[in-house]
């Protein structure tokens, strides 16, 4: 709901206001806990909201739900490895060029999850394995644990 420019309540104002804008339907996207605030939001033209930090299939059930479709997923073979299966560590990351380690870091410290993909695809054909089992921690909303593995570099390196 906060943007910059035009915050979430004036960009549903103008949506509701358009010919047809009371067919669309608004799925807001808001970091506030507060039960009130939801009331707000719902009240201001949104019909429905997801909280951050959210995990993709929410958003995939929220507009399933508005839009009153179904989505058909491919079936998966073998189900991908998880960070624990891969066994990601503080030496895996030590291994990492120095730079890289350093924009990794502060991608982590800034919590910005795309600027860290794009950390972890100048991985992918270096350490495969070390980048899959980052990009699961990055899914997973685990920037303190690769934080943490980056701070095991540090004595590795001392």
């Known amino acids: 709901m906060r943007m910059p420019v035009m915050d979430g309540y004036e960009a549903t104002r103008r949506i509701r206001a358009l010919p047809g804008g009371d067919a669309v339907k608004i799925a807001a996207v808001t970091a506030s806990v507060f039960e009130e605030q939801r009331e707000e939001i719902l ?8 909280r951050k930090p959210f995990r993709e299939h929410k958003i995939f059930e929220t507009m399933s739900r508005l839009l ?9 073979g073998e189900a991908p490895a998880r960070a624990e299966e891969i066994r990601l560590t503080a030496g895996m990351l030590a291994d990492l060029p120095p730079d890289v ?3 990794l ?16 695809q100048r991985i992918e054909a ?9 990009r699961i921690l990055v899914q997973d909303l685990e920037m303190g644990h690769i934080r943490e593995l980056l701070r095991g570099t540090e004595q590795k390196d001392d």
Do not use: N
């Open 43 to 50: 009240a201001s033209g949104c019909d429905d909201l997801v």
């Open 68 to 76: 009153d479709v179904e989505y058909i997923y491919e079936q998966a």
């Open 101 to 103: 380690r350093q924009a």
């Open 105 to 120: 870091d502060e991608a982590t410290l800034a919590l910005d999850s795309e600027a860290t993909l794009k950390v972890i």
């Open 126 to 134: 270096q350490a495969p394995e070390t980048a899959a089992g980052l």
